[in-house]
């Protein structure tokens, strides 16, 4: 890619180095043309310059030099590093004869200086030997054959930029521009055409540059001398950037899915989540991350790198990484260094989530992996009153279909809750209950959960089980404990196995009711006995683990294989690995599943505007021309306020 090299740095007030004028002496005396091997003092000399200036192997003449080591490719190699760091050998006015007199510079007069103004060189040095500040240097180059091309292979081009970017070069030095001072000179070398600056304020005690200032500086004068390319070159990117995030989404979004409902068997893992678990029992204080010891940061840090290494999620960051790197070279120059998985800011949650997972170990919390749990099944059509007509009937079913269907729009589900609303004017009772999910769940309606309790409480008043089910639901979401254990237990009477489930959990862990293990085991077998695979799936669990219960392997194995049956794959999984502790098991499970869904939210947008790129370029064309004094639309040059030396 095309690009303008940019060097800075700053000269002390009183700096000076005699180092110049020694390689300066060397050079003369080893000044050769032609082809003859490279004689020893230049060898020694360019290993020094290689020693003292390490970025020399970047430069043009250094390829030169290597492919053929001759006295003329080590003579342009060296006067090209002693003309790239003047600035740091020189003092501030000698910087500025040289960069004014020196051989190749393009004079305009007797030397080579140039600025927003004319320039008296002897002026110029009096000002910068007197000023008591820093003055900062900088050196912009270009590849010859794209100087050439772009027309920045003369002075008046290069004067014309800085000049245009006078606010620009303020704005990054934290300078104030009526108190800016700059001047340059323009060297016509062979592999590389470039311009020394010399950048200060008026006032010594002002002038700052900053990493963020060096960029912005590069940045836009880049943007200036490629912007024709450079336009061609973002709708180039974008098309690019969006193909690419298109290809990385649809490859992870496999792999997501894949640790979503996939399953882990990692020994390794296991074993340094229960010594993890074993040191936060003697961890004081906040169980997060940033309070923990050190030594017990390294063992979270362990697990977080073992995870790493599990197939589904070393591939899943190597497209990650891919990804990213692919990004960052659009815009960025050096290469982006890869961090392992404990080390990425972007994955920092999931520390906290493996010390979440290991204190949830040590108190033998119990899981019940029923995410999935579908307790609303579509299409429930409670039994209409004697006497609906056949065309209310008909309605009613069709309105009730609509708000179960994904694939209609919300205008149509919109229409489904007014029939709905329609028929419970004209007494048909048990649209309420579908009435209550529409604003429960915002089907063709806002969520209203005050609307949502009302109509879930009518449709229970008339006896509807599942609206019964559906209002204890509601009511335990909302905290409400008492009043969902109420409408949990009438449902329980009429046989609901949601409820029987529901009620059977809570009782396990006390919550919102006494904790009762013997009346858990009845609901979740009474509720199992009907087919309700998660209550099967609990039962086989407790029956494995055998520490709210008493240890039975045969009932275990009975309960998980009908759950395994209906395709529950903890289940199954759970059966294939029976030797084993599930809640170790389940733990490892549990932290693949949260490693999926930081993936997930640290996904780009599937569609990356392009627009805003290209407005930040005509932005900046547009800011140019108002620096140079134009109007936006005119051509002429405005010559800028004076500069006084």
Not at 27 to 56: A, C, M, Y
Not at 62 to 87: E, K
Not at 94 to 102: C, D, L, Q, S, V
Not at 534 to 556: F, H, I, S
């Amino acid at each position: 890619m095309v690009r303008l090299i940019q060097k800075s740095g700053y000269i002390k007030a009183g700096g000076a180095s005699g180092y110049m004028k020694y390689i300066a002496t060397r050079e003369r005396v080893e000044k050769l043309e032609g082809s003859s091997p490279v004689t020893k003092g230049q060898r020694q000399l360019i290993e020094n310059l290689l020693r003292d200036f390490p970025d020399t192997a970047e430069l043009e003449e250094y390829n030169d030099y290597r492919s053929a080591p001759t006295t003329g490719s080590a003579s342009s190699l060296i006067s090209a590093v002693l003309d790239a760091n003047a600035h740091k050998l020189t003092d501030r006015d000698g910087y500025m004869k040289y960069i004014a007199t020196r051989p190749r510079v393009e004079r305009h007069g007797e030397h080579g200086l140039f600025s927003n103004r004319p320039v008296s060189l002897d002026a110029a040095l009096k000002e910068v030997q007197e000023h008591s500040g820093n003055v900062w240097t900088f050196i912009w180059s270009l590849r010859r054959e794209d100087a050439t091309r772009l027309g920045y292979d003369c002075a008046e081009s290069w004067r014309k930029l800085i000049k245009a970017h006078q606010v620009e070069l303020a704005e990054a030095m934290k300078i104030p521009l009526d108190q800016l001072r700059w001047c340059a000179a323009f060297h016509d070398e062979g592999h590389h055409p470039h311009v020394h600056a010399m950048v200060w304020s008026v006032d010594p005690s002002q002038g700052r540059l900053t990493k963020e200032g060096v960029k912005m500086i590069r940045s836009r004068l880049t943007n200036d001398i490629f912007q024709d390319e450079m336009y061609t070159l973002y709708q180039e990117k974008d098309i690019s950037y969006k193909n690419l995030v298109a290809a990385a989404r649809r490859s992870m979004r496999e792999l997501i899915e894949k640790m979503q409902t996939g399953f882990c068997d990692s020994p390794v893992i296991e074993m340094k989540m229960l010594e993890l678990a074993q040191s936060l029992e003697a961890a004081k204080g906040k169980k997060v991350y940033g309070y923990l010891k050190k030594s017990v940061k390294a063992q979270v840090d362990a697990v977080v790198d073992e995870i790493a290494k599990l197939p589904e999620v070393a591939e899943c960051y190597e497209v990650w990484n891919g990804l990213r790197d692919e990004l960052e070279n659009y815009y960025k120059d050096t290469p982006r260094r890869r961090l392992p998985l404990s080390q990425q800011e972007e994955f920092r949650a999931i520390k906290n989530l493996v010390i979440q997972e290991a204190e949830n170990l040590r108190l033998g919390m119990f899981t019940f992996e029923d995410a999935e749990i579908n307790d609303e099944p579509e299409a429930v059509f409670e039994v209409l009153p004697r006497g609906a007509e056949y065309g209310e009937v008909l309605k009613y079913r069709q309105a009730a279909a609509l708000l179960c269907d994904d694939n209609v729009t919300w205008a149509e589900k919109r229409e489904a809750v007014k029939t709905l609303e329609q028929l419970w004017d004209k007494g048909v009772a048990t649209t309420a209950y579908h009435l209550g999910k529409a604003y429960r769940d915002g089907l063709g309606v806002l969520p209203d959960d005050e609307k949502a309790e009302k109509w879930f409480r009518r449709s229970a008043a008339i006896g509807g089980v599942q609206s019964q089910y559906a209002l204890g639901r509601f009511l335990q979401r909302q905290g409400r404990m008492g009043e969902a254990v109420s409408w949990y237990e009438r449902a329980c009477e009429f046989g609901n196995q949601y409820a029987q489930y529901r009620l059977g959990k809570m009782c396990l862990l006390g919550d919102g009711v006494p904790k009762d293990i013997e009346r858990a085991v009845r609901l979740l077998s009474t509720s199992a006995s009907q087919g309700n695979q998660y209550a099967q799936y609990v039962l086989g669990k407790l029956y494995l683990q055998g520490k709210e219960v008493g240890q039975d392997q045969g009932t275990a194995e009975y309960w998980l294989t009908q759950s395994a049956a209906q395709g529950n794959s903890y289940a199954q999984f759970l059966l294939d690995h029976r030797q084993r502790d599930p809640s170790v098991l389940l733990c490892t499970l549990g932290l693949l599943r949260h490693v999926s869904n930081i993936f997930w939210e640290t996904l780009p947008p599937p569609n990356p505007s392009g627009s805003h790129v290209e407005s930040k370029l005509m932005r900046r064309i547009r800011e140019k021309k108002i620096a140079m004094g134009h109007k936006v639309d005119d051509h002429e040059e405005y010559q800028g306020p004076s500069m006084s030396m």
